[in-house]
């Protein structure tokens, strides 16, 4: 588990990137700038690791591009010690910028083998979170309320059960579509039963799924 001065290198000039497209939070930044992403590429793509670029990791999924990553993190706007709950663990890299972010992070994904994967995984690089084998749509009723809702996945409507689980004053960032193309959504709850919802352009992602016991 090198990171040698080429990685950090490289790593600085995708961080240059990602404030030239417009990345101003300076705590996100450094977060992305301390976590070797190429750790959390498949092997095949390992070279190609600070290309602002989305990548397989196996199981037919993705690591986010990143871009995708510091803006959906940069629109949460975290502050220490929230509760947040990661939808599509993946890879765990996003999973790893919120801890850097100090928050609490609970992340659910419903592939089995990267889930398995990456709850072995992130720890070993220092980052301690809760990992869930479940459904996204449903969240995890047993830790809510959360402070903050990320959803890596592109899903074809705000799923309801999810917006239940924020607490007041709360901010979910979803991208939304069932298309090609997702157009960012941050809904903010308001009151127990008023969102206020904005969107912020467009970006893509693999598709959230049903539950499997559920079929696709
Ligand atoms: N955050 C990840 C991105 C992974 S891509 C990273 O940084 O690498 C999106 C992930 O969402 C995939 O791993 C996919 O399996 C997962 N996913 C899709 N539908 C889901 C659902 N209903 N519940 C939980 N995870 C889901």
Same mark, same amino acid.
């Given at each position: 588990m090198v990171d040698s001065f080429r990685h950090q290198g490289l790593r600085k000039q995708l961080i240059e990137h990602l404030a030239s497209?417009? +990345?101003?939070? !300076?705590?996100?930044?450094?977060?992305?700038?301390? +976590?070797?992403?190429? !750790?959390? &590429? $498949?092997?095949?793509? %390992?070279?190609?690791? =600070?290309? $602002?670029?989305?990548?397989?990791?196996?199981?037919?999924?993705?690591?986010?591009?990143? =871009? *995708?990553?510091?803006?959906?993190?940069?629109? !949460? #706007?975290? /502050?220490?010690?929230?509760?947040?709950? #990661?939808?599509?663990?993946?890879?765990? =890299?996003?999973?790893?910028?919120?801890?850097?972010? $100090?928050?609490?992070?609970? *992340?659910?994904?419903?592939?089995?083998?990267?889930?398995?994967?990456? /709850?072995?995984?992130?720890?070993?690089?220092?980052?301690?979170?809760?990992? %869930? =084998?479940?459904?996204?749509?449903?969240? &995890?009723? /047993?830790?809510?309320?959360?402070?903050?809702?990320?959803?890596?996945?592109?899903?074809?409507?705000?799923?309801?059960?999810?917006?239940?689980? !924020?607490?007041?004053?709360?901010?979910?960032?979803?991208?939304?579509? $069932?298309?090609?193309?997702?157009?960012?959504?941050?809904?903010?709850?308001?009151?127990?039963? #008023?969102?206020?919802?904005?969107?912020?352009?467009?970006?893509?992602? %693999?598709?959230?799924?049903?539950?499997?016991?559920?079929?696709?």
């Open positions: 497209k417009g +990345i101003t939070n !300076l705590k996100v930044l450094n977060a992305m700038n301390k +976590i070797p992403r190429h !750790l959390f &590429m $498949d092997n095949a793509f %390992v070279n190609f690791s =600070y290309q $602002d670029k989305a990548f397989p990791i196996g199981a037919g999924q993705t690591i986010s591009q990143p =871009y *995708t990553v510091a803006f959906q993190s940069q629109l !949460l #706007e975290i /502050k220490p010690y929230e509760k947040v709950l #990661e939808v599509g663990t993946g890879s765990g =890299y996003q999973a790893a910028v919120l801890s850097l972010l $100090d928050a609490e992070v609970f *992340t659910i994904e419903r592939q089995r083998e990267l889930f398995l994967k990456t /709850k072995k995984f992130l720890p070993t690089l220092g980052y301690n979170c809760m990992f %869930v =084998y479940g459904d996204g749509y449903k969240g &995890m009723p /047993k830790f809510a309320p959360f402070d903050k809702i990320i959803i890596t996945c592109g899903a074809p409507f705000i799923p309801k059960d999810l917006v239940a689980q !924020l607490k007041v004053g709360g901010r979910m960032v979803a991208p939304i579509g $069932d298309g090609d193309l997702q157009v960012m959504h941050l809904i903010e709850k308001i009151s127990e039963t #008023e969102t206020r919802i904005t969107t912020h352009g467009e970006f893509s992602f %693999v598709p959230m799924l049903n539950d499997k016991n559920n079929g696709n």
